[in-house]
């Protein structure tokens, strides 16, 4: 009786286990990153420490939105906040849209890895090559 007892237990408890995990990826969200389309802007702004840079030209937001872009980025780390914190060499970049508005993105580093944050959105990891290509715009 003891043991039928017991063994009905253990099931039950693998089962919600099985059902816990299950729950879990099934509610874990994933994160798309959203850029403007080109035809839309204005001009993009980016920002590094002192360094502020306004681009209107055509060809050089369509090659930072290309190098933001150059795959599709998603993530299931979560941005919680305006803007990323603990970071070294943070570029904010806001695209000024022709209407009206803008958005806002940080491309930065974090304990020797690079990342993108979409405030509110996501954090996509980046290469330090595309890191580079966005920060060039800055000097």
Request: aromatic share 12%; proline share 2%.
């Amino acid at each position: 009786m003891q043991r039928k007892f017991f063994i009905i237990l253990i099931i039950i408890l693998l089962m919600l286990m099985i059902l816990g995990i299950f729950y879990y990826f099934m509610n874990s969200r994933t994160y798309n990153l959203k850029l403007p389309q080109l035809e839309k802007l204005e001009s993009i702004s980016l920002e590094q420490d002192t360094n502020k840079k306004v681009i209107n030209d055509n060809e050089k937001m369509k090659d930072i939105i290309n190098i933001l872009n150059e795959r599709e980025r998603t993530s299931k780390e979560e941005s919680i906040q305006d803007s990323p914190v603990n970071t070294s060499n943070k570029v904010k970049i806001d695209f000024n849209f022709k209407e009206t508005g803008a958005s806002t993105l940080f491309v930065y580093e974090r304990n020797n890895k690079y990342y993108i944050e979409q405030p509110y959105n996501g954090i996509y990891r980046i290469s330090m090559d595309e890191y580079n290509s966005i920060e060039k715009y800055t000097k």
